[in-house]
């Protein structure tokens, strides 16, 4: 398993607005090999949510073609579920107000971890 850090520029919860404990969960988005905009053989190293987010929308198309009925409910629990849950660095958890809560998920660096996209289709 690799291990969970946080990209330094990662948005840390909670919401300003609402309070809730953003994001649900984290997905790789750091050191990621990716097509860049160069031409058929331009591959780069990226890294931010443009990253991460394409790891979450695969994971649920996988889902979706596991099951072609699934809920969003369903997704959601799945993903939360069976994420992965090492110990954070302190300074991933610095957002936490609360210090009982900074070796504890859900929590605002990680929420629920890092996706673990086999658990989540095991789980449906």
Known sequence: ???????NSSSRGAAKNTGKTKPEVSAPGTDIYSAGSNGVEDYVTLDGTSMAAPHVTGAIALMFQAD????????L??????A??????????????????RNRYPNNA???????V??????L
């Open 84 to 101: 992965e849950r090492p110990k954070p660095s302190k300074s991933d958890l610095k957002c936490e107000r609360s210090k009982r809560r």
């Open 68 to 75: 072609p009925d699934i809920t969003f409910e369903r997704i």
């Open 1 to 7: 398993m690799f291990p969970l850090i946080l990209y």
């Open 110 to 116: 990680y929420e629920y971890g890092r996706i673990n």
């Open 77 to 82: 629990s799945a993903l939360t579920g069976t």
């Open 118 to 123: 086999r658990r989540a289709i095991e789980a």
